[in-house]
């Protein structure tokens, strides 16, 4: 372990008291609003749950959901729901673990009749030359833009390539236009299914009444709470009326009287009443991210009473008209394929920003493949951005407080903000990152080997004053005592037998990556097929869901 003396590396070395912070609401909550990490923060700050668990470890019921695998509980009142592969919604009585309901919406089968199907698909087929149009050249910027050009390129100078390229990026942007887009975009099958994310990896979202989802087949359904029933559905286009990745893994959030989806590149705005479509927003007009999706739950707060939606991107949207109040012009990017996966997390009026930047020497931004002679700047840093507390007409005016940039290790495990203190992870949790939100500095690093290499840490937890590290792979947990020195208060592997994962599945084992939730005591954990429920004061002998003699 290494601490770090509180030395500012922000971009101003701002110090501000929490006194002082806007009148910014926390993440817009009108009503018992829950969905990705219970209210978008991760802190369960009541939760006293417990630190072990597993097979004779504090078991209270498991339930077999009968498909895995990403999408995190949503625990409303005595609810538990979640999605299941590759296109359900599944409800749970959260007291013992009873299937409360069960509902399909498959594109196809079971949203459109068959008159209505086959109408869609002939649009979807009339979208077809669009969509080689934008294919094609994607294959050019992908031949003509690397350092060793292919094909036909091969002859070309650097300059002469990087014309071909800028040429081929102001075509996909002039037909990327929603007046050039084709109406059958929207009717795209999605049949790729991305091995590891699947269709249904979002989490939904809920207002105590109605239950909010986004799958990978573009869907965007509302169903009510207590019966499951789908009130209504909406087709979003995508990036070319498919998902590049194969998956829609962004969660839903509500804002207001909108509910906001997230699909490729694009951003919607929809009405809660009936799913119509208000606005929509790509994550960037000015860049075409080549390879890119986002994986990214889009953060919505209130400003002056206003709901207003964040992304990742730094891209600040008045919810009520898709309204673009502001763009802090993030250029998020991991790895080669440019994925945007963390989630910004608010506190006390400041949004805090993990970001992947790729910028070229002269300070523009790049793509994350770069072009012919081309070099990139990379450097992985958080942003703290202290929001107004009204907004102006059209425009909000952010304020940065400080930057600070980690040594090494992508920024893509969402963070979690707590008593002071920013908690933040790399992609694959081989470091834990702790900063001081005052000023951005470093209170503590700590390579946490335990954990390292077991694929991706996607978001992290805060109950009982512990933090919670869950790995990607495997069933290994670490949980951490909260504060400004590293103190482990559990290794815990839990050793629930592995399931045969159904179809595709089958071939990654099982996946750990949903976020538990938490309340009172009882902890509420998703791994592959199974929801369980722990109990800090249940009996150690585990008890089968539904069989009320071992109770």
């Not at 919406?105 to 080689?132: I, N």
């Not at 014309?163 to 007046?179: G, Q, T």
């Not at 860049?287 to 709901?307: C, E, M, N, Y």
Request: overall charge neutral; some cysteine.
């Amino acid at each position: 372990m290494r601490n770090i003396s509180r030395i500012s590396i922000g971009l101003i070395g701002l110090l501000f008291a929490a006194a002082s912070l806007p009148a910014a609401d926390s993440p817009a909550s009108a009503g018992d609003i829950r969905g990705w990490r219970n209210d978008g923060t991760g802190v369960f700050p009541d939760a006293d749950p417990p630190i072990e668990w597993g097979p004779g470890k504090h078991e209270v019921w498991n339930t077999d959901l009968e498909g895995g695998m990403h999408s995190s509980p949503v625990l409303i009142g005595d609810k538990i729901i979640s999605a299941v592969e590759p296109f359900s919604l599944v409800c749970l009585n959260a007291k013992d673990g009873k299937v409360l309901w069960k509902t399909s919406h498959d594109l196809w089968k079971d949203v459109l009749s068959t008159e209505e199907a086959s109408k869609a698909k002939k649009l979807a087929g009339e979208a077809g030359p669009w969509t080689k149009q934008i294919l094609d050249l994607e294959q050019v910027i992908r031949d003509a833009g690397v350092p060793k050009p292919k094909k036909e390129y091969a002859d070309k100078t650097p300059e002469q390539c990087a014309a071909i390229v800028r040429e081929a990026y102001a075509k996909v942007a002039e037909l990327m236009l929603p007046k050039n887009r084709p109406a059958g975009l929207r009717w795209v099958n999605l049949s790729r299914i991305h091995g590891d994310a699947g269709s249904a990896p979002a989490t939904p979202v809920t207002d105590g009444k109605y239950v909010y989802m986004v799958f990978g087949n573009g869907l965007g359904v509302c169903c009510e709470l207590e019966t499951g029933k789908r009130v209504w559905h909406a087709k979003l286009a995508g990036e070319y009326g498919h998902q590049e990745h194969g998956t829609a893994g962004p969660s839903p959030a509500l804002a207001g009287d909108m509910v906001v989806f997230r699909f490729g590149h694009w951003i919607y705005g929809l009405k809660t009443s009936d799913g119509t479509e208000v606005w929509e927003h790509r994550d960037s007009d000015k860049w075409h991210r080549q390879g890119a999706t986002s994986f990214s739950t889009p953060l919505v707060v209130r400003i002056d009473k206003t709901p207003v939606v964040i992304t990742l991107a730094g891209q600040f949207i008045r919810a009520s008209d898709g309204k673009m109040l502001a763009d802090l012009d993030l250029y998020v990017s991991i790895f080669a394929g440019a994925e945007m996966v963390a989630a910004p997390v608010l506190d006390k009026g400041v949004v805090y920003f993990p970001v992947d930047t790729r910028r070229g020497p002269d300070g523009r931004l790049v793509a994350s493949r770069p072009l012919q002679g081309e070099k990139l700047i990379w450097k992985p840093h958080y942003l703290a951005v202290q929001l107004p507390d009204r907004i102006n007409g059209d425009t909000l005016q952010t304020k940065i407080l400080w930057k600070t940039e980690t040594p090494n290790g992508f920024t893509a495990t969402s963070p979690v903000v707590h008593n002071g203190l920013l908690y933040t992870g790399d992609y694959q949790c081989e470091w834990l990152r702790v900063f001081d939100i005052r000023d951005g500095s470093l209170v503590y690093e700590e390579k946490v080997d335990w954990l390292a290499n077991t694929i991706t840490v996607n978001a992290l937890t805060i109950a009982g004053g512990n933090l919670y590290i869950n790995s990607g792979k495997t069933d290994r947990t670490l949980v951490i005592k909260t504060g400004r020195e590293y103190v482990e208060v559990a290794r815990n592997v839990r050793g629930i037998k592995k399931q045969a994962l159904r179809g595709w599945q089958g071939g990654f084992g099982l996946l750990y990556s949903p976020s538990p939730v938490f309340s009172g005591t009882r902890l509420y954990w998703r791994e592959g097929n199974t929801m369980y429920c722990f109990d800090k004061n249940a009996p150690s002998k585990p008890v089968v869901a539904g069989d009320e003699s071992k109770r």
